[in-house]
Nanobody, 122 residues
Framework: QVQLVESGGELVQAGGSLRLSCSVS????????MGWLRQAPGKERDFVAS????????YYANSVKGRFTISRDNAKNTVYLQMNSLKPEDTAVYYC???????????????WGQGTQVTVSS
């Protein structure tokens, strides 16, 4: 069983930065594509960023491109989301997800974390 635990969400002022972390249990972390998705109140869950199993390929939503960076440390079974220049519209619950390699560009994730709240005040 694969378990994902997010951390790092908090209240931050607009223009600030946060780094989210997602720790993944299991010995096959390096075989999974990892993604970050977010859900704002009253809205559907949206793709934010994803990374291939090796970390060589990354994908971003247009709304975060140039501001957010996804990375992973396969030795630590952890994926990160560095978020800079945060805006109030980035406020959401951020979810970490894991799936087969193709999930990096198809979002076909199989495992999900519980989410971490990010609130950006204006």
């Amino acid at each position: 069983q694969v378990q994902l635990v997010e951390s790092g969400g908090e209240l931050v002022q607009a223009g600030g930065s946060l780094r989210l972390s997602c720790s993944v249990s299991g010995r096959t972390f390096s075989s999974y594509a990892m993604g970050w998705l977010r859900q704002a109140p009253g809205k559907e869950r949206d793709f934010v960023a994803s990374i291939s199993p090796s970390g060589t390929s990354t994908y971003y939503a247009n709304s975060v491109k140039g501001r957010f960076t996804i990375s992973r440390d396969n030795a630590k079974n952890t994926v990160y989301l560095q978020m800079n220049s945060l805006k109030p519209e980035d406020t959401a619950v951020y979810y970490c997800a894991a799936g087969p390699a193709r999930a990096a560009y198809t979002s076909e994730y199989e495992y999900w974390g519980q989410g971490t709240q990010v609130t950006v005040s204006s």
